[in-house]
C-alpha cells in the first residue's frame, strides 16, 4: 500500500483540476486557514480554494511522517512557486492528518501558517 503523500496535493493544485482536488480531502474534511474560520466538507474546502488552483505551485516538505493503520500525521515546510520562473515566493508550515478510505489516503485535517513572502 502507498504512504500518503503531498505531492497529490501539489499535482491537483497544479493541474487546476477541480474534482481532482476535491478528492484529495475526506468527504468531513477540515480546513484551518490562517486567520480564517475554520472550513468542513470537501466540497466547501473547493469553494474555498478554487480562486487558488493553477495560479502558483504548492510544494511540500514532509519533516515527518506516522502511519498508525488507517490514520497518518504528517507535518513540514511549503513552498510557494511561482509557475513560470519557479522562484520560491514564500514559505510557511503546515500539518495534515490523513485517513485510509477505501484503500485510498484522503486528507482529514489540514492546517497552515500564513506564509513569510520573499
Known amino acids: ?4 503523500t503531498m505531492q497529490v496535493w501539489t499535482d491537483a493544485w497544479h493541474n487546476a483540476n477541480a474534482e481532482v482536488f476535491k478528492n484529495v480531502y475526506s468527504t468531513n474534511a477540515l480546513i484551518f486557514p490562517p486567520n ?3 472550513i468542513q466538507g470537501n466540497d466547501n474546502i473547493l469553494d474555498f480554494m478554487k480562486g487558488g488552483l ?12 506516522i502511519i ?16 513560470v520562473s ?16 477505501n484503500s485510498v ?13 520573499f
Open 68 to 83: 498508525s493503520e488507517n490514520l497518518a500525521f504528517e507535518f513540514g515546510l511549503f513552498k510557494d512557486v511561482e509557475l
Open 54 to 65: 493553477g495560479k502558483v505551485d504548492v510544494v511540500f516538505e514532509a519533516k515527518n511522517l
Open 36 to 38: 480564517k474560520p475554520t
Open 105 to 117: 489516503w484522503k486528507v482529514l485535517c489540514h492546517t497552515w501558517s500564513m506564509p513569510i513572502k
Open 86 to 101: 519557479q522562484k520560491v515566493t514564500g514559505e510557511g508550515n503546515y500539518s495534515v492528518t490523513w485517513i485510509l478510505e
Open 1 to 4: 500500500m502507498q504512504k500518503p
